[in-house]
């Protein structure tokens, strides 16, 4: 898989770039606007999540105390950020800043609601898979911070922590731990085709084509027997099989299912590690096995910083971003708020000494990246409900062959 | 009426007894257990250890002030204070609003009465999901003249709510307010009492029931409705209880059950509150009127 | 009939009317006119207050607005006339800012095609197109740059290769031999320009957006590009893709020479039928009244949708009420003892608010973890939420738990408030109990919650927080695209369509949808209310 060299190189690569480049010819001084500065009219307004509050906090503190300007921050829903700054960013209401993932750039471009970013000689400091992702058609429209993907979490004290080669492999060794469940993945009532995304690629069932080059086209991808067959694998393994996946398993269930050990195997992202460690689990953590033959390729998605198109202070965002975000302390702070890979290649080096992010970097090397083209925000809805029925019964060949259909249409 | 002979025996008394009231006692409980279980779950979920879902499923299996002591951690108490102010204002304003129109409907004669009342039930049923747009931009309009009624400010908020405080409302206490004789306000006419006087000092004093259920109902509106202050409290701390609590356990990346059930029990407190408070009127309140339309 | 309710005669504490001397004293112009004028006084400085903010903020539409009110409130408490108003106006007021405008709004909405790929004016569409067609040269480097001033006009300072450059928009970059320059390279004095302290370009936001607008050309050739900067402190060479001509409305690609004219449809199309990515929302008439009714992908799921919607709404309220009233006629008995403690214990559920109950039912009807299974089921596995007829069923039953003790409650009330009379003299006419309950009891109730079981019809109607916090409108229809499913009401599918939750937002035929339902059930709510006031007693 062309991408998966690419990822695989891309984070190799960075370690060199890090020693070649001593940092930026051009050393913003900002501090020469000292903290006499009157510029208390001024509120740069950034739109956060719960989990990274305190970090961007933090970041803010310092650029309030140099520039004198108001960083207000208002906290959001993650998933709500994406609608509302489409929604709101016309309207002249919306924010300065807003974090956000990668594979909302097409919408946002579409939408036109967000400013290109140029971080000039600064770019050398972040991994340029980090920062593919946030360009679209050639421009960059994103601050990226971090890495994201999902991997095979395992309960070293049920099944150690070599990592199992295939679905089987991992099903066999789950069965002879002897828990409730060998293995056990989020679905949910109204499905999750992210997390079931690493198998769905070892059967060679991408969402969208991609080219040469790792850019996406609004081909589908997922259709024809390859996309049967992974249909059909999820359908044996569903609640009319032998019921590995659950549509009542949805993310709350499968953390305490995981916690409480009740299961030995499953798949989750970093964010999920917290709950498992409090809990008491000895965690390690492995790319996903493969069900089809293939690579398991998860999504890797890319979190960072969007600038509003309609800002009236562009000029402060971006002086923002660039002078207090794109450094390596704030991006450590924002690691240790929210422990995702690093899109900050010092940063990265830093916490690749862990054997969990070690995992998750080995995970992020299989994967692919999650397309940011605008047509991606209309196949979750299908693809979801599509999963969700399989799992519970439906005909895999028809209602995947179906929702194939449905899509296609609705991107058309 | 029951009325016992002197010819039967205590056990036909007993059972004629058990016929026509004693059966009605364990009715109650099984009702009362219909209405109940759920209560205690929330109840049972609250003081479970572990605050997931999957782990609370057997009732009580631990007790611990886990999930209570976290709320500290989160800005539930403002979100409390803030859903009890937006409720009360609201309220206050909806039961004043409420009972000035339904007195003018049902004291004073004008044309297209009937349809006027009519009317303001049928806006009220205008599906304001959508309308989120439109309340958007008024709001952002107004806070560019004044910020108290713009967007993240909870008076605009109260504003909005206040927008359907007429409809429903005012139906109700309408029927209510007919069911006072006009005789006691025409007495007091000839006494030379003006329709102010004659609405602040006999007819509102004589309505309370209808004005603390309509009260109740506004507060209880307020407290369910989500779309709107979801849409208006931009920032955390301006959130209600139903915006803030609705994230614990909805963010598809954090398993906050017990934190939920928590706050549910401490939320629905004042609402119990309140409704044991108001127990004497709202029996009396919610229907007597309209027996006259 | 004149029926006083129960209340009026025991209103505990409470000195009764009636009972008033007529000799009492009521006075003309009293506290009352002080009271009125004191708050008459308020509003109008309120008004005045909001007008002048209009003014200074060049809100027209609001400063008329408002003149309006102030002028009519005024007219309405200050003449003799106009007495209903004068109790109906401060109701009315909210009604029509809050109400009618977001309706009138929304009816504008759905002549528009606002949404995925049409969220802004043109205006903004085309700033956005020039932000994203503006390229960096690829071969361009980072400059430390610096903001100089002559009198009004701004200019950049840069150095290049040790040489310091400098221009503005009117006069292309030109070398400065006289500059200083500091250690880090940046220009700190330059003859007949002013450098711009970092302090002073952080204080001004005026000066910032002036900043970064600013194009200084590198040369006299176009070609070469411009330099711009984003921070104020870095500079890089730009040049721009799409040219926008706003006398001909089009844009023209500067590399190709293709040419992209404004289209009906709110986008900027070329001759070859190519668009670019950005439109704006422009009016489109009926269309999404027709697709609503004429486009399979909707409006077929939109009938079963409805039918749905109908069957919720008229079972919900039935059910519940059947309950409650049953309940009510059970416990109504004053042989029974604690009836206030029973009361109390019923309408627990009341209590609780609306938007936890979904989510907690949902939580208890999950069918592996849920407590529901375990505990009444034997820890059977039954799919309450996911198949499509137990879940319409869960819904049924949840709205009966939320909203049977309203109706016991209001069946209380009513039956309290029967006329002692008529039930007497049915007794005397030696009716039975059954006899007494179906042709005195029940008709009396009937009419006397009509209209609240009207309201109620109309409430779950557009029941959203229910279904959005139990199901969200799953199971999933399987047979059609429409991101619709078997326990949607019609509130929920518009939400669903508008896109809020994501996917492909399309506000227009969500309006166009609200429209009609509110069409729909005004209309059917209009002639229900026909219904029961034959059935009343009018005055």
Known sequence: MRNTIAWGAAVVASALILSACGGGTAEPTSTDAGPGVDNSGIELTIWVDANREPAVAAAAQLFEAETGATVVLVQKNFEDLRTDFIAQVPTGEGPDITIGAHDWTGAFVTAGVVNTVDIGDKAADFEQVALDAFSYDGQLYGLPYALETIALIQNVDLVGTDAPATFEDMIATGLAAGTDRPFVINVGAGGDGYTSYGFQTSFGAPVFVQEADGSYTSEVGMGGPDGVAFATWLSENGMAGNGYFSTDVDYDINQSLFSEGAAPYTIQGPWAIGTYTDAGVNVAVNPIPSAGGGTAAPFVGVQGFYVSSQSQNTLLANEFLITYIATEEAQRALYDADPRIPAYIAVAEQVASDPIVAGFIASAQNGVPMPSIPEMGSVWDFWNAAEAAIVSGADPESTWLQMIADLEAAIS | ?293 | MSVRPSHATTGAGRPSPAGEPHSRQWRGLGIGFLIKLLLMGIVNALGVAVVLAAWASESWAILGAMVVIVVVVDWIYFSKRALPLKYLTPGLIFLAIFQLFTMAYTGYVAFTNYGTGHAGSQTQAVDALLIQNERRLETSPSFVLSIVRDGDELGFAIVVDGAVRVGSPESPLTEAPDAEVDQAGRVVSLPDWEVVSRAELLSDRGLQQAVVDLRVPVSDEPEDGSIRTREGSTGAIYRSVLEWDPDAQTMTNVDTGTVYSVTDRGRFEAPDGTQLPVGWYVTVGFENFTRAVTDSNYSTPLLRVAGWTFAFAILTVLSSFILGLILAIVYNDPRVRGRKFIRTLFILPYAFPAFMSGLLWRGMLNPEYGIINEFFFMDAYIPWLSDPWLAKFAILYVNLWLSYPYWFLVCTGALQALPTETMEAARIDGAGRWRTFRSVTMPLITVSTAPLAIASFAFNFNNFTLIYFLTEGRPRFTDTSAPLGHTDILISAIYQISGVAGGRADYGLASALSIIVFIVVGAISALAFRQTRKLEEMN
């Not at chain 2, 782990?55 to 631990?62: D, P």
């Not at chain 2, 952002?140 to 908020?157: D, F, H, Q």
């Not at chain 2, 006009?182 to 007495?187: L, V």
């Open chain 2, 1 to 293: 009426m029951a009325i016992s002979r002197a010819t039967k025996t205590p056990a036909t008394r007993l059972s004629r007894w058990w016929a026509e009231v004693g059966w009605k006692y364990p009715l109650a409980l099984l009702v009362f257990f219909y209405a109940a279980s759920p209560l205690v779950y929330v109840v049972s979920a609250s003081l479970a250890q572990r605050g997931t879902l999957a782990g609370t499923a057997r009732l009580f299996a631990s007790i611990s002030p886990n999930n209570y002591e976290n709320l500290n951690n989160t800005a539930f108490w403002s979100w409390v204070v803030n859903t009890l102010i937006i409720g009360g204002s609201t309220a206050f304003g909806a039961v004043l609003m409420g009972a000035a129109a339904a007195y003018a409907f049902s004291r004073f004669r004008f044309r297209g009465r009937r349809t006027s009342l009519t009317s303001l039930l049928i806006i009220q049923m205008f599906p304001q999901t959508v309308a989120f747009v439109a309340v958007f931009l008024l709001l952002i309009s107004l806070g560019r003249v004044t910020p108290l009624l713009g967007i993240n400010s909870t008076v605009a908020l109260i504003c909005v709510y206040l927008g359907g405080a007429l409809g429903a409302n005012t139906f109700l206490m309408f029927g209510f307010f007919n069911s006072i004789p006009k005789e006691i306000d025409e007495s007091a006419k000839i006494d030379g009492a003006t329709h102010a006087q004659i609405f602040w000092k006999i007819i509102m004093p004589l309505v309370t029931p209808v004005l603390a259920v309509v009260g109740l109902l506004a507060f209880i509106g307020v407290f369910g409705d989500f779309i709107l202050a979801r849409i208006i409290l931009t920032s955390e701390h301006n959130w209600t209880l139903a915006v803030g609590m609705y994230q614990w356990v909805s963010a598809e990346l954090s398993a906050n059950w017990g934190l939920f059930a928590a706050g549910a029990v401490v939320a629905s407190l004042p609402v119990l509150v309140l409704f044991l408070a108001l127990q004497k009127y709202i029996v009396g309140g919610l229907t007597a009127g309209s027996v006259k339309g």
